[in-house]
């Protein structure tokens, strides 16, 4: 009886060199993905951050700095306006006095925990600076109520 030698296919070492190579791709793969999906976030939220600070300026420029005023930036006219979630920010806009005159707004919004921004990495993008927070802690003139562990950014627009 005469054995055919069949030599189709490949053997168990040739596979497993594959696998190897391709487990090497996915991981430099995923660490570029996530490295993209992170800084995509950043860049939205200091977006978001530019698009507020936009309304309360054109806000400003429309009601002037009286006492009294005909359309007011407050946290919740603002953040409608740009559709901002309560789910992913925290935003607090606040008047900025001198000398108890009001000279413009104080402008502060953070990333929620939980939010799509919570692991919002604290540096400078695009000229804005993102803070690091401390808990426990107050920085420049956040309020009591405002979180002071989560990163955040903060102006006052004049």
Do not use: W
């Not at 190579?21 to 992170?38: E, G, P, R, W, Y």
């Not at 939220?45 to 009286?66: C, H, Q, T």
């Amino acid at each position: 009886m005469k054995f055919k030698n069949n030599n189709k296919g490949f053997t168990l070492v040739e596979l497993l060199a594959v696998i190897v190579v391709l487990a090497i791709i996915m991981v430099i793969a995923t660490t570029q993905v996530n490295k993209a999906i992170s800084s995509a976030r950043t860049d939205s939220f200091v977006s978001s951050y530019k698009m507020i600070l936009r309304e309360v300026k054109n806000r400003m420029a429309m009601d002037g700095l009286g006492d009294t005023l005909s359309v007011s930036c407050t946290t919740t006219t603002c953040a409608e306006s740009y559709d901002i979630s309560s789910n992913d920010y925290i935003l607090e806009i606040t008047d900025h006095l001198e000398a108890t005159s009001k000279v413009g707004y104080d402008v502060k919004l953070a990333a929620k925990a939980g939010g799509k921004f919570a692991n919002v990495k604290p540096g400078t993008y695009s000229g804005i600076t993102i803070v690091a927070g401390t808990a426990g802690t107050t920085t420049g003139s956040l309020t009591t109520g405002f979180p002071h562990d989560l990163p955040y950014i903060e102006t006052t627009v004049k």
